[in-house]
DNA sequence: TTATTTGCAAACGGTTTGCCGATTA
DNA sequence: TAATCGGCAAACCGTTTGCAAATAA
């Protein structure tokens, strides 16, 4: 699972024209290039596409991020009503320092059961879930 | 903390207007008077409103839902981006069905300790979170 | 009375879309 | 070549805001 987004658009069957594959080489290095809690919202991709090819509109953008959404490589997130974020869709949950915004991604497979013995408990089939913890720094030491 | 919203407005020192008032009715009602899984949004909870007074208007219907959410006394949502919801703020989870958008509530002993926990190993203390389970109603039987 | 609130309508900001020329498979 | 895509600018839609009249304390 650990393909390029250009993979998955073709084993997906997603046409792949210049413009996406630089949308998606930018999202794709957003993570090394600018920090490991690097979650840029559609302007600042757009920002950093630009500097790439700056004939591509914002409007391709906006319909890059939804098509690869639609074919689940990438899923949506919004932190903060307003303004979505996407980023490769690889199943971890989010914690928000609310004092800085920054973010960190985690995975915790207790929370993972205990969240499908939720839904069983109730009737359901789990199929997607979204966990955000917002909390502050503790002082070291 | 069962406190009617009239009276939580009281003890934060947020003023009573007859607007606010019939704003507050409406969404303490808006579960027991439309099923236990009524999460309407500002454009529901505005139409309930005009039934009530029909001169209020759909911005005073934002102002006092921010209002509230900044007393703490409602908590906002976005599950489906585009349309916020409010709801009184008691901390529970939910569980949506995504073929018929019904919203169960639910808390977890478990899955909030848990939760604590992770925040903890990270040197966060947890202040607030969100739990969203999407699932599908299984077959009876 | 004085600060606050409300209604109205216009503005705002993120996102979507219609049109038509350009590009992909 | 046929179908799809992309750029542009206008439209969209949920939400916010400036203003003057109305109201709470």
């Not at 098509?67 to 914690?95: P, Q, S």
């Not at 960190?104 to 009737?123: H, N, R, S, T």
Request: net charge neutral.
């Amino acid at each position: 699972m650990s393909d390029t987004i250009e993979q998955k658009c073709l084993s997906k069957g997603v046409k792949l024209t210049e413009q996406r594959k630089i949308i998606a080489k930018v999202i794709s290095e957003s993570k090394e290039a600018y920090g490991k809690s690097d979650h840029p919202d559609v302007d600042e991709l757009y920002n950093r596409v630009s500097k790439i090819d700056p004939k591509i509109s914002i409007a391709t953008v906006y319909r890059t991020v939804k098509l690869f959404e639609e074919a689940g490589i990438l899923v949506k997130h919004d932190f903060k009503a307003g303004k979505a974020r996407y980023e490769i869709n690889d199943d971890h949950n989010h914690l928000i320092d609310i004092k800085t915004g920054e973010i960190i991604e985690f995975v915790d497979q207790e929370i993972e059961k205990l969240q499908k013995k939720v839904a069983e408990k109730y009737g359901y089939t789990l199929v997607d879930h979204k966990l955000e913890l917002y909390g502050v720094k503790k002082k070291p030491q």
